[in-house]
């Protein structure tokens, strides 16, 4: 059974503090996403990570790094939380067929971030 | 302006009737994907197709590629399908997604 875990479900933290948000699939894909989820605007991506070390910037990376060391695991970090950053977290892999044509997505359960 | 549009954004409905939820989109693609999200819970692939019509027990998707659009139905609807349905397509370089804002489906007993 094909898996993207997310580390929490549920996280509390307080301004200014660093957060972590770590995303692992089983299946070796190559594409892994960052995706934040608020009501009314759907999804929208963070960061995108197509290969161990590569990263993109997405619609709305401000705020945001993240870490791809190896090619299971993608990171999300966000340095210094604020409370615009309370939100659903959704991690995506898909396989990469030569950058033309991209595979299924599998997301995690997602991470509800709630920053005070 | 978005590429993708999915409508309507809320749909309520009786249990056993028979539903169906747009999405028009305005890049060309590769393939289109409808996911499902329930209230709480994560995302999951329910199709991805390219042409023509794809069926998964009462669920059924369409696709026009020629008019940029597609249609996912549930037939004989339950409550278990009260959920978020999602429309996404690749972009062009194909290693991103467009979503729709998600039609958001409550199918009362």
């Known amino acids: 059974d094909v898996k993207v875990t997310q580390s929490s479900r549920y996280l509390v933290k307080r301004t200014g503090e660093k957060v972590f948000l770590e995303c692992v699939q089983d299946?070796?894909?190559?594409?892994m996403f960052w995706y934040r989820q608020d009501p009314g605007l759907g999804l929208r991506l963070i960061y995108f990570s197509y290969d161990v070390k590569m990263k993109e910037k997405g619609d709305i990376p401000e705020g945001y790094s993240v870490s791809r060391e190896k090619k299971e695991r993608f990171s999300l970090i966000l340095e210094s939380a604020s409370t615009n950053q309370t939100s659903m977290y959704l991690c995506?892999?898909?396989?990469?067929?030569?950058?033309?044509?991209?595979?299924?997505?599998?997301f995690g359960e997602g991470s509800r971030l709630t920053v005070l | 302006k978005n590429e993708v549009e999915q409508s309507p954004q809320n749909l309520t409905a009786q249990e056993g009737e028979f539903i169906t939820i747009n999405c028009s989109y305005s890049?060309?693609?590769?393939?289109l994907h409808w996911l499902q999200q329930h209230p709480g819970g994560g995302i999951v692939s329910l199709f991805m197709?390219?042409?023509g019509k794809k069926k998964h027990g009462r669920l059924i998707a369409t696709i026009n590629i020629q008019e940029k659009h597609s249609s996912l139905h549930i037939t004989a609807s339950h409550p278990r399908d009260s959920a978020v349905y999602i429309c996404?397509?690749?972009?062009?370089?194909?290693?991103?997604?467009?979503f729709g804002t998600g039609t958001s489906l409550t199918v009362i007993p």
């Open positions: 995506a892999s898909s396989m990469d067929h030569g950058g033309i044509y991209t595979g299924e997505l599998f």
């Open positions: 197709l390219s042409s």
């Open positions: 890049v060309g693609i590769s393939a």
């Open positions: 996404a397509v690749p972009s062009n370089t194909g290693n991103q997604f467009y």
């Open positions: 299946m070796d894909h190559e594409n």
